[in-house]
């Protein structure tokens, strides 16, 4: 058996809804790429090695999701690569605030830190499939990951 994993960046809504210029839309969009960019390479490197269905990563541009196939493991494997995928995200992201502030050469603000660390809601669950079952599945994964977000 095989597992899917289907992993999501929020909110993308709101996120993208402050933009107040072009190039705020653009810079907004550019964030939520790089950061699925960030997870799809935790994802098909060592030692998880998944398997990308979408999207394609050669893609200039990203969604704010991805899915994956990963091969049979432990609850426990499957747990802690959604968490090692999810922490790659939020690392990401606060060195891309950290390094906002040193090279704008601004003093961090206290609550900085805990705006970053809150700011996305990453959701990311594994669906287990046997050969052929793939649609399946995918189904399933997406009504249960609809039903988390809600």
């Given at each position: 058996?095989?597992?899917?994993?289907?992993?999501?960046?929020?909110?993308?809504?709101?996120?993208?809804?402050?933009?107040?210029?072009?190039?705020?839309?653009?810079?907004?969009s550019y964030?939520?790429?790089?950061?699925?960019r960030?997870?799809?390479?935790?994802?098909?490197?060592?030692?998880?090695?998944?398997?990308?269905v979408?999207?394609?990563?050669?893609?200039?541009?990203?969604?704010?999701?991805?899915?994956?196939?990963?091969?049979?493991?432990?609850?426990?494997?499957?747990?802690?690569?959604?968490?090692?995928?999810?922490?790659a995200?939020?690392?990401?992201?606060?060195?891309?605030?950290?390094?906002?502030?040193d090279?704008?050469?601004?003093?961090?603000?206290?609550?900085?830190d805990?705006?970053?660390?809150?700011?996305?809601?990453?959701?990311?669950?594994?669906?287990?499939?046997?050969?052929?079952?793939?649609?399946?599945?995918?189904?399933?994964?997406?009504?249960?990951?609809?039903?988390?977000?809600?």
């Amino acid at each position: 058996m095989k597992n899917l994993f289907l992993f999501s960046i929020s909110p993308v809504q709101s996120f993208i809804a402050q933009a107040r210029k072009t190039q705020d839309l653009f810079a907004g969009s550019y964030i939520l790429s790089h950061l699925c960019r960030v997870a799809i390479e935790k994802a098909r490197g060592e030692p998880y090695q998944a398997e990308i269905v979408f999207p394609d990563p050669s893609n200039e541009t990203l969604l704010n999701r991805f899915l994956a196939i990963v091969g049979e493991n432990t609850k426990e494997y499957l747990a802690g690569m959604g968490w090692a995928v999810e922490n790659a995200v939020r690392s990401e992201f606060q060195h891309m605030g950290d390094a906002i502030l040193d090279k704008m050469g601004l003093p961090k603000p206290p609550e900085f830190d805990e705006q970053i660390k809150t700011h996305w809601q990453i959701f990311w669950l594994f669906e287990e499939f046997e050969e052929g079952c793939f649609a399946d599945a995918y189904k399933k994964a997406e009504q249960t990951f609809g039903a988390l977000k809600n």
